[in-house]
């Protein structure tokens, strides 16, 4: 911690005596002190759960996204074998002529 500090000037008069002027920096550094130590406070107890809540926010969509390209991305056999054969011609439709009325 910083610790009272003042400024002096000595003159010497014309009458032989000593001219002191003081000036004491000690509240100004102490207010200089609270000041950044208030800004310190205020900035780490607005960023540190700031960050906290936007890691923490951030995580449950990413893992839907994550799920979603992951079932987008995954072999579907089953849809692929019913597509296939719905499409394939059963051999009893082709035999039968078309009726026409």
Same mark, same amino acid.
């Given at each position: 911690?910083? =610790?009272? &500090?003042?400024?002096?000037?000595? /003159?010497? %008069?014309?009458? +032989?005596?000593?001219? %002191?002027?003081?000036?004491?920096? +000690? &509240?100004?550094? %102490? %207010?200089? *002190? ?7 406070? $205020? /900035?780490?107890?607005?960023? /540190?759960? +700031?960050?906290? $809540?936007?890691?923490?926010?951030? *995580?449950? !969509?990413?893992? *839907? ?5 992951? @079932?987008?991305?995954? !072999? ?8 296939? =054969?719905?499409? *394939?011609?059963?051999?009893? @439709?082709?035999?039968? !002529?078309?009726? =026409? +009325?």
């Amino acid at each position: 911690m910083l =610790s009272d &500090s003042c400024d002096a000037v000595a /003159i010497k %008069v014309q009458d +032989g005596r000593w001219l %002191v002027l003081l000036r004491d920096n +000690g &509240s100004l550094f %102490v %207010v200089t *002190r609270i000041i950044l130590d208030a800004l310190l406070w $205020g /900035i780490s107890l607005t960023l /540190i759960p +700031g960050f906290a $809540g936007w890691y923490l926010l951030r *995580r449950r !969509p990413l893992k *839907r996204i994550r799920a979603v390209q992951a @079932s987008a991305e995954a !072999p579907a056999p089953f849809t692929t074998t019913l597509i296939s =054969s719905s499409l *394939r011609p059963s051999a009893s @439709s082709s035999s039968r !002529p078309c009726a =026409s +009325g």
